[in-house]
């Protein structure tokens, strides 16, 4: 495995995408987001790590707001992405979850045409009308999650007789096919065998020179082998946020220790 | 020992039921059959399934179904024209849009909207809708297809919804959140991943309503005015399948031929429900899978 835990840069220089401010959400009594401070960096891989229940997928559903759609869960704070509190009223929700792309748990393809999955989001967003122009968009789509080859000839199949690793690329191609800055990808490989993971990590590192990608993972070699930075979290709370290196061998917090050498998780 | 043998009787109570069901369907099917072949020994069976006229008691007589046929037909596709729409966006509203309580409100009116007697819907339709159709077209009478198939569709709209929304539920949920983390709107999740995944539920439904709609005798009876003729449209008074047998098996004598004849459109009406609930079935089991 090539090791990608090297830090190019200082982290001061990259741009900072996603940044909340005093982020709290409540599921009814519930505090699932206690306090959440984070500066996300552009351009790179940022895991989000920690035990079961730890609020690391809720946080991730914040920045897309995919929250709005769990009843009684209230968030406070901000959240800024690209300068903007995405938690304001007057947020374009459509706009801002073509921006945010997010894939998830377990391969969602719609019970439609490979075709008609990438057309969706085109469709949608009113992006492309001309025929030949969406056909392009589809190849690039599926070239860039390396599935043009295989699947060129059955566009028309249903999406769900795919492989779930082939469905789960799929679901990536329906994302970037939108032109997102962020990709927001919930354990995307929790579904899959140890040999699909890996593709699907290998995929990801070629996918962070153009995209700002957050992973949660509940599996910390993954999170060592994709990721530039990472956030340990624990009850809800960000406990350490660093580059992915400096956590991994020297955490700043007995807790990021303790779960990294696996006393608990 | 005792309990084995409890068990055994248990069992095999079970099983007789489940077969009794079986020779029932069967024995149905078998006597319909058996006395409609006894029509064709003594009528051509050409004559009486493309006979334009239906005609019991005059000399010699016909029994063309023709014009029943199209009466049912008329009348059933005319329902299914105004119920399926209506059927369906109740059914999205329920699933999708309604918030708790309304969903619990509606789902319990749609419940009381089937236990309806059908012969108070025709009471309804003799009274009212006929009258009233005939002021509003400006019609000879109100007794006419379409008033019959408003009514069926009434009748035919809470198998329709109900079957229609267990579709839509059993969506998988996954499906709207990838389509609203793609940025899709509520309606453009509904219209374009929803629905097409609950398709095959949703042709299920259609298929049990026209079934349920074609097989309905009382409220037909009461308000297509009854006419055995080819009717020019559906604002004209026609004759079902279900009416004409309804209607004349009381005055015709057992074993004549008009009594066989009764029969033999039985026959035609089973076959035809038979596919129809054949269709639904093979469509909700794609649904299933």
Known sequence: ?265 | MFRRINEKIIESCIKLSGLLVIIFVFLIFLFLLKDSISLFGQYPIGQFLFGRNWLPISEPPKFGIVPLLLGSIYVTIGAIVICVPFGVAAAMFIAEVAPGYLKHVLKSLIEILASIPSVVLGFIGIVWLGPFLRNTFGLKTGMCGLTGSLLLAFMALPTIISICEDALVGVPRTYKEAAFGLGATHWQTLWRIILPAASSGIIAAVMLGIGRVIGETMVVMMVTGNAPVIPKSILEPLRTLTATIAGEMGETVGGSEHYFALFAVGVVLFIITFMINLVADVCMRRAKK
């Not at chain 1, 690209?82 to 947020?91: D, H, P, R």
């Not at chain 1, 599935?147 to 999406?159: M, T």
């Not at chain 1, 999170?223 to 709370?237: C, E, H, K, W």
């Open chain 1, 1 to 265: 495995m090539v090791n990608f835990m090297v830090s190019l840069s200082n982290p001061m220089e990259i741009e900072t995408t996603i940044e909340t401010k005093n982020l709290n959400l409540y599921y009814g009594d519930f505090r699932a987001l206690n306090d959440v401070n984070i500066k996300i960096p552009g351009r790179n891989v940022t895991a989000i790590i920690g035990p079961s229940g730890c609020g690391k997928s809720t946080l991730l559903r914040c920045f897309n707001r995919m929250n709005d759609l769990t009843e009684n869960a209230k968030v406070q704070g901000k959240i800024i992405i690209e300068g903007n509190n995405i938690l304001e009223l007057e947020t374009d929700l459509i706009f801002l979850r073509k921006k945010v792309g997010m894939v998830f748990q377990r391969p969602n393809v719609f019970d439609l045409s490979i075709y008609n999955n990438l057309k969706f989001g085109l469709r949608i967003h009113r992006m492309l009308s001309d025929k030949d122009h969406i056909m392009q968009a589809i190849q690039s789509g599926l070239e860039q999650v390396n599935l043009w080859q295989e699947l060129k000839d059955k566009l028309r199949k249903n999406a769900r007789s795919l492989t779930l690793e082939q469905q789960q690329r799929l679901c990536i191609a329906r994302v970037i096919i939108l032109k997102p800055d962020i990709i927001l990808l919930d354990e995307p490989c929790s579904a899959l065998d140890p040999i699909a993971t890996l593709r699907i990590e290998e995929l990801l590192r070629i996918l962070r020179q153009q995209y700002t990608l957050v992973i949660v993972t509940h599996n910390m070699q993954q999170a060592a082998r994709v990721s530039d930075y990472t956030g340990f979290m624990y009850l809800g709370q960000l406990i350490e946020f660093g580059e992915t290196n400096q956590i991994f061998t020297n955490p700043g917090e007995k807790l990021t220790e303790n779960y990294i050498s696996g006393y608990f998780g």
